[in-house]
């Protein structure tokens, strides 16, 4: 699997927003505002995502494609089409 370990400091920047989002309504803030942060916090975790989604397919499914396991690729395809069909809904 590929090393995704680069994303790390990313994530605890969304991490720390989304403890924000809990002091803000902790402290009763202006609804805008927590939506605003919120926001962010969402866009951070997406860019996450489609990073680890692009590593994903240069690496494990190129890998299952350039394999002789014909399985393993139809899996990994299934699982990638599975994968935007949810994202999709969102």
Same mark, same amino acid.
């Given at each position: ?6 994303? /790390?400091?990313? !994530?605890?920047? =969304? ?5 924000? *989002?809990?002091?803000? &309504?902790? +402290? ?6 927590? /939506?605003?942060? !919120?926001?962010? =916090? ?5 860019? *996450?995502?489609?990073? &680890?989604? +692009? ?9 299952? !494609? ?25």
């Amino acid at each position: 699997h590929p090393d995704h370990s680069e994303v /790390l400091p990313r !994530l605890n920047r =969304a991490m720390g927003q989304i403890n924000g *989002v809990q002091k803000m &309504i902790s +402290e009763r803030r202006y609804c805008v505002d927590i /939506l605003i942060q !919120l926001r962010a =916090a969402i866009a951070a975790l997406r860019n *996450v995502e489609m990073d &680890i989604f +692009e590593s994903h397919t240069q690496s494990c499914l190129v890998n299952a !494609l350039n394999s002789k396991d014909h399985r393993d690729a139809e899996t990994k395809i299934k699982e990638l089409m599975e994968l935007l069909r949810r994202r999709s809904i969102i």
